[in-house]
């Protein structure tokens, strides 16, 4: 599309002004003030809530007959791709900290997530879905932008030398037998025992499960 690589990974909102202090473990914004882990979070919703907006807008252009079934699939491979890269390199501390790995595991991703697109598509182009689930379905692809953020969290840390984590459950949220089993309990384990929330997860990237890190 004819724009570099840093243009793509540049969003609309403040998470291109944050990055990663490996002395403290913490995010800070733009000001170097330090951002609490709450703030990140709703920085993460806000990629997935902008990720739904953008891809119910190319589910009602279908609907409308305004675009095919294959500019529908370009459309939102498209979009999931620069919120999956966009999400990598927030997780990853800022743009300038992406590496092979983290481009490695977003795309491992991606073409997950192009699998679904394609057979999504498929069912379009055979009638098998009412206008109301193909608005439905376009719009559940959106989620899947956190976890994009919290593998390459993961991944981060473990490679700044953190060597334990522990996750929780979120004590106001509904949580899926994967969240239930992916949770420590309290107890801090070997990162590597530890499950990223949004991963292998019947949930599907809604989980509301936290992950904190430390070093061992």
Same mark, same amino acid.
């Given at each position: 599309?004819?724009?570099? +690589?840093?243009?793509?990974?540049?969003?609309?909102?403040?998470?291109?002004?944050?990055?990663?202090?490996?002395?403290?473990?913490?995010?800070?914004?733009?000001?170097?003030?330090?951002?609490?882990?709450?703030?990140?979070?709703?920085?993460?919703?806000?990629?997935?809530?902008?990720?739904?907006?953008?891809? +119910?807008?190319?589910?009602?252009?279908?609907?409308?007959?305004?675009?095919?079934?294959?500019?529908?699939?370009? !459309?939102?491979?498209?979009?999931?791709?620069?919120?999956?890269?966009?999400?990598?390199?927030?997780?990853?501390?800022?743009?300038?900290?992406?590496?092979? !790995?983290?481009?490695?595991?977003?795309?491992?991703?991606?073409?997950?997530?192009?699998?679904?697109?394609?057979?999504?598509?498929?069912?379009?182009?055979?009638?098998?879905?009412?206008?109301?689930?193909?608005?439905?379905?376009?719009?559940?692809?959106?989620?899947?932008?956190?976890?994009?953020?919290?593998?390459?969290?993961?991944?981060?840390?473990?490679?700044?030398?953190?060597?334990?984590?522990?996750? +929780?459950?979120?004590?106001?949220?509904?949580?899926?037998?994967?969240?239930?089993?992916?949770?420590?309990?309290?107890?801090?384990?070997?990162?590597?025992?530890?499950?990223?929330?949004?991963?292998?997860?019947?949930?599907? +990237?809604?989980?509301?499960?936290?992950?904190?890190?430390?070093?061992?």
């Amino acid at each position: 599309n004819g724009k570099s +690589s840093n243009q793509c990974l540049r969003p609309t909102n403040s998470v291109n002004k944050v990055t990663y202090d490996r002395r403290t473990g913490q995010f800070h914004g733009g000001d170097r003030r330090f951002i609490a882990r709450a703030e990140v979070l709703r920085l993460v919703d806000g990629e997935a809530t902008r990720l739904e907006t953008r891809l +119910s807008g190319q589910a009602r252009l279908l609907t409308q007959d305004k675009i095919g079934v294959t500019e529908f699939q370009l !459309r939102m491979a498209e979009d999931v791709k620069l919120s999956h890269l966009r999400m990598a390199a927030f997780g990853a501390g800022g743009e300038k900290q992406l590496n092979a !790995r983290h481009f490695g595991t977003a795309g491992q991703e991606l073409k997950r997530q192009y699998k679904y697109l394609q057979g999504f598509g498929d069912a379009i182009a055979t009638g098998e879905l009412s206008q109301k689930q193909i608005l439905s379905r376009a719009k559940s692809y959106g989620v899947s932008a956190r976890t994009a953020f919290f593998k390459s969290e993961k991944m981060t840390r473990e490679s700044y030398g953190a060597r334990e984590a522990k996750r +929780s459950l979120d004590s106001q949220a509904r949580h899926c037998s994967s969240c239930l089993g992916h949770s420590t309990g309290g107890l801090w384990l070997p990162i590597d025992q530890v499950v990223a929330p949004g991963v292998d997860c019947e949930c599907n +990237s809604r989980c509301r499960c936290r992950i904190v890190f430390r070093d061992a």
